[in-house]
């Protein structure tokens, strides 16, 4: 596996974007995949979209599985969309569970449209003083699981 960090981002959230074809689909949510990663690159969990729960986000899920006891300072979460700022399905937004986490650095394919809410999430990470990564060339790969919510291109 790829270590972790600028060098290895472009792997880890192409997995990520693979993920995202794992969900079960959904005309109410996006399909999402996410992997969180330590430092030293050994992958620390990975979820997607209504893995578990028909409301569970992909960042959500991965972050559930983390063991207890906090996460390596240096740890990503690589997700193929932007982490949610706002949700309708749950109290707690994916980008207040991973500051809640103490995860400082997060890497992404895709803004979020608004679709079902405000993409808002790269400003409440940036504000809670984590490091926000967009690699806006797997962005294509990232909506590919979701072109049945955007229409045409």
């Known amino acids: 596996m790829p270590s972790a ?15 995202a074809a794992l969900c079960p689909p959904s005309e109410t949510a996006f399909s999402v995949g996410a992997v969180i990663v330590a430092p030293d690159g050994t992958e620390l969990a990975r979820g997607h979209s209504r893995e578990s729960d028909p409301h569970d ?30 949700r309708k399905s749950r109290p707690r937004p994916c980008a207040e ?16 449209p608004s679709l079902f809410v405000e993409g808002t999430g790269d400003e409440h990470l ?28």
């Open 126 to 153: 940036r504000a809670h003083g984590v490091e926000v990564v967009e690699l806006p060339a797997l962005a294509d790969r990232a909506r590919r699981p979701n072109a049945h919510l955007l229409g045409p291109a």
């Open 5 to 19: 960090g600028p060098p290895a981002d472009a792997e880890w959230l192409a997995l990520a974007c693979d993920l």
């Open 97 to 112: 569970l991973i500051v809640a986490a103490g995860i400082r650095r997060v890497v992404f394919a895709w803004r979020e």
């Open 57 to 86: 986000h992909a960042e959500e899920s991965a972050l559930a599985k983390l063991r207890a006891g906090g996460v390596p300072p240096g740890t990503t979460v690589y997700s193929s969309l932007e982490p949610c700022g706002a």
